[in-house]
């Protein structure tokens, strides 16, 4: 019995494959639509969030106050290999 089921499948895969995935696919849909968390925390858009960049003044007071302009070492004696290090 199972050698002519097997024959069966095998001639008509092409006419059975589209109804077995799309009864997969609409299984797995609702299965996920079921089980998944569909709350999304709100957060403001990025247009809002780059206008309060913009129009904070305690950041723009002054060029001298942004963090990234501050050089804090001289660059080019960052990352030195030992090698080349002062002695001390």
């Known amino acids: 019995m199972w ?8 001639r008509n895969a092409v006419y059975l494959t589209l109804p077995v995935a799309v ?3 609409f299984v797995g849909y609702n299965l996920e639509s079921i089980l998944s968390d569909k709350y999304t925390p709100y957060s403001p858009s990025i247009q809002d969030q780059r206008a309060n960049r913009l129009t904070d003044d305690t950041i723009i007071e002054t060029a001298a106050n942004v963090e990234k302009l501050q050089l804090r070492s001289p660059v080019l004696e960052r990352n ?3 090698s080349l290090q002062p002695k001390a």
């Open 23 to 25: 009864v997969v696919g």
């Open 3 to 10: 050698p002519v089921i097997m024959a069966l499948l095998r």
């Open 80 to 82: 030195l290999s030992p």
